[in-house]
């Protein structure tokens, strides 16, 4: 039998930017399919983490693999290639100023010199995915802050991923479109099998995203479901991050009845 | 870091820079169109000041060196004067510390606030080297921009020095436009070329490393835009004069 190779996998990895640890000696896995959710308060590396799985820093030491192929050491060439495997969404959207919401979405295309009706037909389908697609001519400036969002996870799916990073994509929002995120997360987990890391501090996202699934019907409506006592979700699995170390890692069950004060103030729970 | 150690790692990550992008042309893809924009914001774009500069620079030199001239009976070296000045010095100089004003800052804050809204990394992680796409485009358009800008200076330069001369000091056309001719041989335009040529350089990849090394959200934009200016300002003035020197100890020389 064959054996999958993780999707995402740090071994060991540590990071410092002068005196600052950010990371120390940090080690999970993100099985393929699986949704990690990271949390943990600001300026506890959360994004960072994302910025190494992408290459776009290097760690002090320690391994990291995508899809069972070490990136540690890969030239930025090398990392191109395995850029191409990942979908990163920013916190802010992170969208091209210059260019409208079209051209953002299609700038993985282009840069592959794809073809052009094969660049539209995508672009639209992205857009329809995340449903913005009366927004297709606007400038990012014209976009609310979770349009931006919306646009930003757009041009990420391009290319269908099997790996996304989410860099606190709720932040700033309104609960209501918050959720929508949140429910664009659940529909790429349930119905694409992608995997993800979910960086976030929103108790209603955690909520969300551990308690719910999506089914699509035949007729391909989507439903949305609790997932109740009936059964139990396993590929949402969480990380909680203090002062460079992961002091927690488990299902939501587990994080609930975990004792640790830290992890029972940050649920807002009391001991 | 100690204010020398600050300078050397600056230096060292410009060349850095330098590096990373000249060898970018080896390697493809090379954004042909993103460099024939830039050539039209930051080059034409700059027209009207570099018109503006050139026109009054050669009328205030017509001004001031008619009267002196005159007291020694060189009036009709006037025009000499003003196309040697411009030519060698002011063309270049001048063009080129305007571009550091309009384009290194612009480039800087543009570079700087694409660092801090996350566009540039969005740009690595969707597999363009920002290298290739933003930092190459600036500089070649630069160092073909600057050359070229700077000859309309000069000519402006020596209208508006013509203009003076006939309007204020009622001298003939013919004798300024003749004495003007005297200035221009291949040398002078040669060393007059060679100048901005540097410069744009100069400015352009000041102003990158300054954008790209922005820290400290939009403050730190501010502080990238204003020590783009200053910086290649100064680099501008102080690399004029070693160009000076070289030139004048090679090709112009001393007659």
Known sequence: MRVIPPAIEFRDVSLAFGERVILDRVSFRVAPGESKIVMGGSGTGKSTLLRLSLGLIKPDAGQIFIEGEEITDYSEEQLMRVRQKIGMVFQEGALFDSLPVYENIAYRLREQKADPDEIDATVRQMLKFVDLENAIDMMPNELSGGMRRRVGIARALVGTPKIILFDEPTAGLDPITARTICELALKLRDLENVASIFVTHRLQDIDVLSSEYVTQAQDGTLEYHKEEDKLCLINTRFIMLKDGHIIFSGSDEQMYENNNPYILKFLNRRG | ?255
Do not use: H
């Not at chain 2, 540097?198 to 102003?207: K, L, T, Y």
């Open chain 2, 1 to 255: 870091m100690n204010p020398i150690t600050n300078a050397i790692y600056q230096l060292q990550e410009i060349t850095l820079l330098t590096w990373r992008m000249l060898r970018s042309f080896f390697r493809p893809p090379i954004y042909w169109s993103e460099m024939l924009r830039q050539m039209d914001t930051l080059g034409v774009g700059s027209l009207a000041i570099i018109l503006l500069t050139g026109t009054f620079t050669g009328g205030v030199l017509a001004l001031n060196s008619a009267n002196t001239l005159q007291r020694f009976g060189f009036a009709n070296q006037t025009g000499q004067l003003v196309a040697t000045s411009l030519i060698r010095e002011l063309g270049p100089v001048l063009t080129c510390l305007m571009l550091a004003g309009r384009v290194g800052s612009g480039i800087a804050a543009e570079l700087g606030s694409m660092l801090v809204s996350e566009q540039i990394d969005a740009m690595r992680a969707l597999g363009t080297d920002p290298i290739k796409k933003l930092v190459a485009p600036r500089i070649i358009s630069l160092v073909i921009m600057a050359p070229l800008l700077t000859v309309i200076c000069d000519l402006m330069g020596i209208l508006g020095g013509l203009f003076v001369a006939v309007s204020q000091m009622f001298q003939s056309t013919n004798v300024f436009w003749a004495s003007a001719q005297e200035a221009i041989n291949g040398k002078e335009i040669f060393g007059g070329l060679i100048k901005p040529l540097v410069f744009g350089f100069i400015i352009a990849i000041v102003g990158c490393y300054m954008g790209l090394s922005t820290e400290g959200g939009t403050v730190g934009v501010g502080r990238s835009t204003t020590r783009s200016v200053v910086v290649s300002s100064i680099l501008v003035i102080i690399v004029d004069f070693i160009l000076t020197k070289l030139l004048i100890a090679t090709l112009l020389g001393y007659e």
